[in-house]
């Protein structure tokens, strides 16, 4: 280790929690003595891993999946099976359908005690926030242009999503539209709806 | 030295500015959102797709290549210096890259992966050179049965090979499968699962799916808090390595890239398994492996060189097979389809210049790489302060503007966020989203080789396996199937070791 003693504090006291919002953590700068062994470091991440979601989520996994694979099954029939000899266009889903639900029905009996599943939490409000006004600018892109809902979206997902400032998500979504406009429509000429 | 003509034209098509040019963006972009946690490589092609499409295949696919390996460098800068992986292969990175940190030597860390991702990329790109047109030759004779094995090989290996549960990765390349059967079919013209939607009838393009599954899935998934919890980066000197680090780990480099390359040519291999691979086997080899975790140059410059070297040998089944290796691998399969090249055994003969273009492209790429890396290693220490709030709405509108742009439809935007919200939950309930867009690549390919099989065969299905390299193929196929039982009858009679364990768990978490 040769500049170790002078390097050994990097960023010294002044290391900042971007998001210390527990504020339990001690900053770097404390913890840089005891190098972690892989096995440590492993026990670390499994402690902030998020809580998983118990046996019921894969239960729920296993239903659905089943549920898909038996409606592609009926909707195959359907389409017509044939013979090996002249296969019609609905052997093929069929096949995956049934491999879909023999899958689904073993891991409703065998993989129901994983715990490979994340649990929603109250955060997890904010993705379907998030998708909701992914769906709203959608709807609004073909009739008004993709300049108000641009500066929408950024906002919503800048103020209450990612907490930032009131100014700073104005600031950032007028910029953000701007430097949008700039590149698809003045720049690349993308024909994608617009007011101006 | 007949066979050296085309690979030495091939730099010419290399050194025209312009691709000169989109191999250097790619390279730069690649290593920028590499370092940003939360978006990989796979997610990273994604978005970016759209962007290709106004320029030749070729330099498309050297943007895009350029792309995949400097996003794998990327993850490494983050594992060094804030210990979260970019990607599922830089996991090892993070054991001793991130003590080396700590002890304040991120530099030399980071210099040593600079390193020996080159060494492990070159010696990869000279294994291509030499293999490609050796494999391609062999596959001129594959005819649709050898295809049908091979499909299926390549989707089940990548299902069970990818880190969770094997039974749910299955399910998940079912539905990729299942998703590759809408629109019309291919010998009859009926249509399927269109549900009369116009939209449908033509099927299911790729460029959402994988945009909306990878980039926007990950976007949301990101939204929850998980993240935040940044830390700042440990300060970075001294970034060229001395010559004591040097000597230590040259012959862990070279061992890393040897044993990637081979792992990356198999189907499901690739990086991620390569990088954990190298560090074991460098670990098993030292005099005294307890350094490893504490900071071992040698645990860093090992799974670097591999990691590499996988990437890049795990285009040699996606150009000489047309069957893609891996999730990433995918992605660059769609976009080749997407710029009418078909990757396969004719891929070499017919279309040198695309091929031995792409593939000395890599040469550039990496001495790019290494040149760039070391030097910019601030500039990314800078990028990582951006906070993700701020990254989040920019890569959506990215994503949603850029699926716009290729076909001018707002039904390809509905179907971004369909896929999007799909990827999210197949994320929060434990499925891999890779081995979907993989079996949705290789659908239509197999169903269409397995429907010509068959009639080749008059239905008998026996035939399959009468053919010997299907037959071969069939009986992997059936190896791999059965292996997790016999595992799990192993397990139960020995304890196995808790560190293999441990690894086992990271690659889970990633």
Redesign the interface.
């Known amino acids: 280790m040769t500049s170790a003693s002078n390097e050994a504090r990097p960023s010294g006291g002044s290391v900042k929690h971007a998001a210390a919002g527990n504020g339990t953590s001690p900053a770097i700068a404390d913890e840089l003595v005891e190098p972690l062994t892989p096995e440590q470091l492993a026990a670390e991440w499994d402690e902030e891993r998020p809580p998983h979601a118990g046996p019921l989520a894969n239960v729920a996994a296993a239903v659905a999946a089943a549920a898909l694979g038996v409606a592609g099954l009926v909707m195959s029939v359907g389409m017509g099976l044939g013979s090996p000899e002249k296969p019609e266009p609905g052997l093929w889903p069929f096949i995956i359908s049934l491999v879909m639900i023999a899958m689904s029905v073993s891991l409703l009996v065998f993989g129901r005690k994983r715990l490979d599943a994340e649990a929603f939490s109250s955060s997890s409000w904010q993705v379907l926030a998030g998708v909701a006004t992914l769906v709203g600018f959608v709807l609004v892109v073909g009739v008004a242009g993709f300049e108000i809902p641009t500066l929408l979206l950024t906002f919503v997902w800048l103020r209450f999503l990612g907490k930032e400032t009131w100014r700073m998500s104005v600031v950032l979504s007028f910029a953000v539209t701007a430097a949008f406009y700039l590149i698809f429509v003045v720049a690349l000429s993308v024909p994608i709806p617009h007011l101006f | 030295m007949d066979f050296l003509a085309p690979v030495i034209n091939g730099f010419g098509v290399v050194l025209e500015p312009m691709n000169l040019l989109y191999c250097l963006i790619g390279v730069v972009i690649g290593m920028l959102i590499g370092v940003l946690p939360g978006l990989g490589p796979a997610a990273t092609i994604a978005i970016l797709l759209p962007l290709t499409y106004g320029v030749e295949p070729v330099t498309a696919i050297i943007m895009l290549s350029g792309i995949f390996y400097g996003a794998q460098y990327g993850g490494t800068i983050t594992s060094v210096l804030l210990?979260l992986p970019g990607e599922a292969s830089s996991v090892v990175t993070?054991?001793d890259g991130?003590?080396l940190?700590?002890?304040?030597?991120?530099g030399t860390a980071l210099g040593i992966a600079a390193i020996g991702s080159f060494f492990g990329g070159t010696v990869a790109i000279i294994g291509l050179t030499l293999l490609a047109p050796v494999v391609a030759g062999f596959a001129l004779d594959f005819g649709p049965p050898e295809y049908t094995a091979l499909a299926m090989l390549g989707i089940l290996l990548v299902a069970t090979v990818s880190n969770?549960?094997k039974?749910?990765s299955?399910?998940a390349a079912?539905?990729g499968?299942?998703l590759a059967?809408v629109g019309r079919?291919t010998?009859?013209g009926?249509a399927?699962?269109t549900f009369d939607n116009l939209s449908l009838a033509d099927g299911l393009d790729f460029v959402p799916i994988a945009m909306g599954i990878f980039g926007?899935g990950e976007i949301?998934?990101n939204?929850?808090?998980?993240h935040?919890?940044?830390?700042?980066p440990?300060?970075v000197?001294?970034v060229w390595p001395?010559r004591k680090d040097l000597k230590e780990s040259s012959g862990a480099i070279g061992r890393g890239s040897l044993l990637g390359f081979f792992l990356g040519i198999l189907p499901g291999g690739g990086a991620t398994i390569a990088s954990l691979a190298a560090y074991a086997m460098e670990k098993k080899r030292a005099k005294n492996p307890e350094r490893?975790?504490?900071?071992a140059v040698e645990g860093v410059a090992a799974p670097e060189s591999a990691n590499n070297a996988a990437a890049t040998s795990s285009f040699i089944p996606l150009l000489t097979l047309g069957i893609p290796a891996n999730a990433t691998m995918a992605i660059i399969f769609g976009a080749l389809l997407i710029q009418g090249v078909t990757p396969g055994p004719q891929l070499v003969q017919n279309d040198p210049e695309l091929f031995w273009g792409v593939v000395n492209s890599m040469y550039i790429g990496n001495i790019l790489l290494l040149i760039m890396s070391i030097p910019l290693v601030g500039v990314f220490v800078k990028i990582l302060?951006v906070?993700?709030?701020?990254l989040?709405?920019?890569t959506?509108?990215i994503t949603?503007?850029g699926v716009?742009?290729i076909n001018?439809s707002?039904f390809d935007?509905?179907l971004v966020?369909v896929f999007?919200?799909l990827g999210?939950l197949m994320?929060?309930?434990?499925?891999e989203p890779g081995p979907l867009v993989l079996a949705f690549v290789l659908g239509s390919l197999l169903?269409e080789n397995?429907?010509r099989s068959?009639?080749v065969f008059?239905?008998?299905?026996a035939g399959f396996i009468t053919r010997p390299i299907s037959g071969i193929l069939l009986l992997v196929f059936v190896v791999v199937m059965l292996l997790p039982l016999l595992q799990k009858a192993l397990r139960k009679t020995r304890a196995t070791a808790?560190?293999v364990e441990?690894?086992h768990?990271?690659k889970?978490?990633v």
């Not at chain 2, 939204?223 to 998980?226: D, G, H, I, Y």
């Not at chain 2, 906070?387 to 701020?390: M, P």
């Open positions: 210990r993070v054991f991130f003590a940190a700590r002890q304040g030597r991120a969770g549960s039974l749910k299955i399910i079912s539905l499968l299942l059967t079919d010998f009859t009926e399927r699962f926007l949301l998934y939204l929850e808090e998980r935040n919890k940044v830390q700042a440990a300060k000197a001294n001395s490893f975790g504490r900071g302060r906070r993700a709030a701020i989040a709405p920019i959506v509108l949603l503007i716009y742009t001018n707002i935007i509905w966020i999007g919200l999210y994320k929060k309930f434990g499925f169903e397995l429907r068959l009639l008059g239905g008998d299905a808790p560190a441990a690894l768990d990271e889970e978490k």
